[in-house]
């Protein structure tokens, strides 16, 4: 008997769907493998490139893309903080929380005013595991808004779920005011130097606050109360970072509208997890363990989506940087010049669309790619008339360097591009 018109199609329960997910990551992870949370830093890496299905599906399995880049035979990709940074930061950290917060609650006074602090609530935010720490993390969020008076979060747990896989971030404060509004405090170890700092570093700031402000304002939802998410988180991050070249706090607000916007959008497009996992071959894992044969079939088996940018963000980078190359990827040459080329993929067909072979000439590209071609040939026609037997030799000894280089370049690529299995 056929199904009624109106009836509806049975579903997986969501608990049952969650584990299910969670099992089939653990698979992919390896039975062994402690699985790397995924912290802000990578959601703002993901957000920047999330075509790549790749890195959102080993960010999401929790996978150890360095160790897994060393199993492929690739170097891993070396980024990151000192450790001598990572300890000057800690030690300011804890200087601008000292006694309470007091001078990190002043510092958050004098640039937003309202009522001046005289003190404030440091709730415990200790629970077992990083959902219990979540869920004391709301409470205590609901408690300070209805008390009305200062309180510091000291690295509070919010949750955000990032393509149908949940992940636990951990900024460095919230402050909730008496007005019932929450700021996000962000405490890097780089200098403001006459009020001002590197503005590399305060783009990377903002862009990792703002994935902390969009996980705030999931929180605001569930807390309710009479503002709108929107308007209880505060788009505006508190950046404290010491005072010229001594250790002395000092502070600036950084407007992250522009990056939430962005951070919301991309997060937006990224397709679930679940999704790219059944799209793998049975029994396909990155457990870096597994022989190199069988570990590169499987991350082949997941699209990527490379460009030059990656380098600074993804232990992978130079696996997928080679494989780009090998195939000939516009890509590898950077996100700006493959958006420009439209249709013409690989560096091939760029160049028989430039020569006239292949390519439509309506198509503005292609049109370009041809006109560029046609400026070069009459350039280099002009310099030959123009310098005679001096410019035929230049041009040799161009041709002669140029080849060198090529060969030289494409040595190099060989030897990178042939990263073999150990």
């Known amino acids: ?74 170097p891993s990709a070396a980024f990151g903080q000192s450790q001598f940074a990572i300890a000057r930061g800690n030690t300011f950290e804890a200087r601008v929380k000292s006694d309470g917060g007091t001078e990190l609650l002043r510092l958050l006074h004098e640039h937003t005013g309202g009522q001046a602090p005289e003190g404030a609530a440091v709730p415990d935010l200790a629970a077992a595991g990083p959902e219990g720490r979540a869920a004391r993390t709301a409470l205590a969020l609901r408690e300070a808004t209805a008390s009305g ?58 862009r990792q606050a703002a994935v902390y402000v969009l996980a705030l304002e999931r929180v605001a939802g569930l807390v309710g109360g009479a503002l709108a998410p929107a308007d209880r988180v505060a788009h505006s991050v508190l950046l404290v970072c010491p005072k010229d070249f001594s250790n002395l706090p000092t502070a600036s607000l950084v407007d992250v509208r522009k990056q939430l916007s962005v951070t ?10 679940e999704e790219i996992a059944d799209g793998l071959p049975p029994g396909a894992t990155f457990d870096p363990e597994r022989p190199c044969e069988e570990l590169t079939g499987a991350v082949e088996a997941v699209p990527a989506s490379y460009a030059p940018e990656c380098l600074a963000a993804c232990e992978l980078a130079f696996h997928c940087r080679d494989r780009a190359r090998a195939v000939d990827a516009v890509t590898a040459l950077g996100r700006g010049l493959r958006a420009e080329l439209g249709g013409l993929t690989s560096v091939g067909a760029v160049l028989d669309a430039a020569r006239g072979h292949t390519g439509d000439a309506s198509d503005p590209a292609v049109a370009a790619l041809r006109r560029a071609a046609a400026l070069r040939a009459e350039a280099l026609a002009g310099a030959e008339v123009r310098g005679g037997v001096g410019a035929t030799a230049g041009a ?26 150990r």
């Open 1 to 74: 008997m056929s199904e009624s018109q109106g009836s509806a199609r049975p579903t997986t329960p969501p608990r049952e769907r969650t584990t299910a997910i969670r099992q089939r990551l653990a698979e992919l992870r390896g039975p062994t493998a402690v699985p790397r949370p995924l912290d802000a830093r990578a959601l703002a890496a993901l957000a920047a490139n999330p075509g790549c299905r790749r890195r959102a599906l080993l960010d999401g399995a929790g996978v150890d893309k360095g160790a897994l880049a060393e199993a492929l035979g690739s």
């Open 264 to 273: 919301r959008r991309q997060l937006a497009r990224l397709t679930r997890i």
């Open 396 to 421: 040799g000894a161009t041709g002669a360097v140029g080849a060198t280089a090529g060969a030289g370049a494409t040595a190099g690529v060989g030897a990178r591009g042939g990263a073999v299995c």
């Open 149 to 206: 008076g200062w309180t510091l979060l000291d690295h509070p747990m919010l949750a955000l779920e990032v393509a149908g896989s949940p992940a636990y971030l951990e900024p460095d404060a919230v402050v909730v005011a008496p007005d019932g509004r929450w700021t996000v405090v962000e405490i890097k170890s780089f200098p403001m130097i006459d009020a001002a700092a590197d503005p590399s570093k305060v783009g990377a700031a903002a």
